[in-house]
């Protein structure tokens, strides 16, 4: 009876269901703001990650700590490693939803700015039907975008994208961070 009863409880429910589908929808929102951001704080988000990893660590800690004393000796540095391993995953999901009204303030902000082109070094294009990538350097700094033109196909081969440039139109943000407004690969 008891094991009916513990399976009933780790079912998920449809408002379960529900809220999980709309954390993910509210990430999406964070995920598509940080890929426009060029030079990403992400001394930021680790800022908010370790904050949010000792807030969850204190919730769960009794419950934890409960649960640690009766498992088995074996499974204790697995049971170990699977909590901290779902406190590492539930921190980072809620650090970008923290982050995304700076994303979107940022956003904002520059709008005030004026555009500007620059020309950015290519170091690597990747054309795999479902990561289609630039890899290029901005103002020093490597940086990735997902996105695809067709000339990408043919210039990724025996590094012909050398040749080119990736040219970015962008509006300078907060925390030395760039907003891409617009971008294109071009022949030096």
Known sequence: M???KAKENNRLTTGDWIKLIGFFVVYFFFLKSKDIIINYPYWLLITVFAIVVV???SLQFRRIKED?????K????????INILQIAVIAYFISG????PFNYYNIYKSKSNNSIIEKCEITGISTYSKNRSIFYNFKGKSNVINGFKPIMENIK????FENYYFVAEVR???CNTYIL???DIVQK
């Open 172 to 174: 300078q943000g907060v």
């Open 55 to 57: 807030i969850c660590i």
């Open 2 to 4: 008891t094991s009916k």
């Open 157 to 160: 081969d025996d590094g012909k």
């Open 68 to 72: 640690y004393v009766t498992i088995e």
């Open 74 to 81: 074996k499974d204790k540095f697995l049971f170990f490693g």
């Open 97 to 100: 939803i923290i982050l995304i």
């Open 181 to 183: 407004e617009s971008w």
